[in-house]
């Protein structure tokens, strides 16, 4: 099923190459919002106000996540199998599933357990799913990575 492949990139490797953007542009928005604003808005009160470490571990998450999604693309851009994209992505599916299960029995103060881990699981579900069939209908593409070194 050539249909899902466009650019000279298979489905997995056009996933990737969407996911990663999109995911760099929530880290980088993030840091313009700020850690309390985030914060309050992910149910922590709306008085509540980060300390000077929760300022520093946000940032250097925000900024953790855009080098680790921009390697990434580097990768995918070699055009790897859609194994090796698999066993790429496998940290992103374990931390998401630690997430969930962490959400669910450590929920925010102000947020009930019940919508904040929902939000998670469904979002990882949806985002799973979609790689899922990426990696289903995945052609690996004949054209030559875009760096040969």
Do not use: D
């Not at 914060?39 to 300022?55: D, I, K, P, Q, V």
């Not at 904040?116 to 469904?122: C, G, K, L, N, V």
């Amino acid at each position: 099923m050539e249909c899902c492949n466009a650019f000279g990139f298979g489905a997995c490797h056009l996933f990737m190459l969407i996911s990663a953007p999109l995911c760099i542009l929530l880290a980088i928005g993030g840091q313009i919002y700020g850690c309390s604003p985030t914060l309050r808005a992910s149910g922590f009160g709306e008085s509540y106000t980060c300390n000077e470490n929760e300022e520093q571990l946000y940032f250097f998450n925000n900024m953790w996540q855009c080098t680790i999604w921009t390697v990434y693309v580097l990768q995918i851009l070699q055009k790897p199998s859609k194994q090796l994209v698999a066993l790429l992505f496998t940290p992103f599916m374990l931390l998401s599933v630690a997430l969930a299960v962490y959400s669910t029995f450590h929920p925010p103060p102000t947020s009930t357990p019940a919508a904040t881990a929902t939000s998670m699981i469904f979002s990882s579900v949806v985002w799973f799913a979609l790689f899922g069939y990426c990696y289903y209908v995945h052609v690996e593409p004949r054209s030559p990575p875009l760096f040969q070194g």
